[in-house]
């Protein structure tokens, strides 16, 4: 395995796999781009090269038959690219690229090339989320009426935004909340629910903070047979919330952080709403169960190791989160953003083409933002 990107999360992946936490990967290469991160990569256990840019590690096919990238988000999809060209899988952090667009390009190169791809979409391995799932795939909640999330785990700080100089910003990172952290629960959504057939959203960009992406959005999305759903994230509140409801006609579930409320009904409450000879629910029989789950590490190891089964194994099948699916959460972000631009409800899937016009202006805008502040601090 080769590596690109050395920042916190790559060195905390390139950690695990020297320490052997991996047991069917090897770190074989670094791509660190400053003396400092040269200087890291070198004490690191094992045998491994360290190379200073991309073009030096592309030069040494032989090193490695696979590349995990955790680069800045704008810079995945050329990197991808470039190393499937090459003949060699990928794993990449969130997400796969700004658009959906890029996330498709770069699933049809691996296929093109029968290639592996993944993403590290981990908290698909969370139990509360499978546990969820399976009741979902099961049927026993009956048909979906009604869904609710409520996120606000990912409280961040001023420093948090400056940490990086692509952070927060269009032109750096595409985006805010739902183009970072966003992409984990937007791939949870769409992994339990589906995809929308519209959605409109409201995002108050900069809201908490002093600039134009987004660190709140709310997001009403419209599904057949009238199932409506509303999602709700943001990184400016200290209290931290999870919550999830999911209402169907034969029971519901409320996820509340790392516990799970079941309420099962003795009869299809639809058919109970036609049938009983009463004016309430009172005759409808319900049950209810809770399932706490213990807070574990995140299951990082287990990704990785998941992907290099895969690769041993020449088996796509076999990942948990094949990189196709990044386009999903991609596209759900794309459309928000362009709903709140343009202040109107959008269909799925979105105008690629009218997307990237309208992310080159609000990129023009910011840059121009930027200048003028700059020419007032001087």
């Not at 409520?150 to 935004?161: I, L």
């Not at 009172?282 to 574990?296: A, M, N």
């Amino acid at each position: 395995m080769a590596l690109i990107g050395v920042g916190g999360m790559g060195r905390k992946y390139a950690e695990m796999i020297a320490a052997g936490k991996v047991p069917s990967m090897e770190l074989t290469a670094l791509v660190c781009r400053n003396d400092q991160a040269r200087a890291w990569a070198q004490g690191l256990s094992g045998q491994h090269a360290v190379f200073a840019d991309t073009d030096a590690l592309y030069a040494h096919p032989e090193l490695y038959g696979a590349v995990l990238i955790v680069t800045p988000h704008r810079t995945h999809p050329e990197l991808a690219l470039k190393v499937f060209a090459l003949g060699k899988h990928v794993l990449c952090d969130k997400p796969a690229g700004v658009a959906a667009s890029q996330a498709q390009a770069m699933a049809e190169a691996a296929e093109s090339k029968n290639l592996i791809y993944g993403m590290i979409f981990h908290q698909r391995l969370y139990p509360k989320y499978r546990k969820i799932k399976e009741i979902l795939d099961s049927g026993d909640l009956g048909k979906l009426s009604r869904i609710l999330l409520v996120n606000t785990r990912y409280f961040r700080t001023e420093f948090y935004h400056h940490s990086g100089s692509w952070r927060s910003s269009w032109n750096g990172e595409g985006g805010g909340v739902l183009i970072n952290q966003g992409q984990h629960i937007l791939d949870i959504w769409q992994w339990l629910f589906g995809m929308p057939q519209k959605l409109t959203a409201q995002i108050p960009f900069g809201k908490y903070n002093d600039f134009l992406v987004d660190d709140e959005a709310i997001i009403m999305m419209s599904y057949p047979d009238d199932l409506t759903a509303l999602f709700l994230l943001t990184t400016g509140e200290a209290v931290h919330q999870e919550r999830l409801e999911m209402t169907g006609s034969k029971g519901k579930i409320l996820m509340e952080d790392d516990t799970l409320h079941i309420w099962h009904y003795g009869d299809d409450s639809r058919h109970y709403a036609k049938t009983a000879q009463v004016t309430d629910g009172k005759l409808l029989d319900i049950t209810q169960e809770v399932i706490s789950f213990e807070k574990k590490d995140e299951p990082y190891p287990q990704m990785l190791e998941n992907f290099a089964q895969a690769v041993l194994a020449g088996d796509s099948s076999l990942l948990i989160a094949p990189g196709a699916d990044a386009v999903n959460p991609l596209m759900l972000t794309n459309a928000a953003y362009l709903s709140a631009w343009k202040g109107e409800s959008v269909a799925l899937p979105i105008d690629e083409k009218e997307y990237d016009v309208c992310l080159a202006e609000i990129c023009q805008k910011e840059a121009e933002n930027e200048i003028q502040r700059s020419d007032r601090m001087q």
